[in-house]
């Protein structure tokens, strides 16, 4: 309960770790993120509480990196409007960076429970 406070005292949750997200094209390219269905977060609420379903929206995810040694960070967007997280100019080389997500937190209206969605990273050549 004492992080769930800083949580929402921080106005925000962050992962410490995460997956690693590999990427190479002989084109440049840039790479966009979404929800793979929907405009919000699935919600489960914390085992004893009745708390409904607060709608809360995808882009209150972010996706944050460093790709070849600068800070990327992109929300999350809705099913088929992906936002994008990296533009490389250049072809080359893989680049693989370690991704962590950050999630928004207001106890007004973010209830104590588990959200979740898949996100869908897309590689699209400029």
């Known amino acids: 309960i004492a992080d769930e ?3 929402y005292g921080a106005g925000y949750i962050e992962s410490t770790s995460g997956p690693s997200l590999s990427h190479r094209a002989n084109v440049p390219y840039r790479i966009t993120i ?3 269905s929907g405009t919000t977060l699935a919600f489960t609420s914390y085992a004893g509480r009745t708390d409904a379903d607060p709608g809360k929206p995808v882009s209150d995810l972010s996706i944050r990196s460093t790709i070849a040694g600068s800070a990327v960070s992109a929300a999350v967007g809705n099913a088929g409007a992906g936002n ?3 533009t490389r ?3 080359g080389g893989t680049q693989s960076s370690q991704l962590t997500a ?4 207001d106890y007004a209206s973010d209830p104590p429970g588990t959200y979740e969605t898949t996100v869908v990273f897309t590689i ?3």
């Open 5 to 7: 406070q800083q949580d």
């Open 124 to 126: 699209v050549a400029q």
């Open 89 to 91: 100019a250049s072809r």
């Open 34 to 36: 979404a929800a793979q």
């Open 102 to 105: 950050r999630m928004a937190l």
């Open 84 to 86: 994008d997280l990296y």
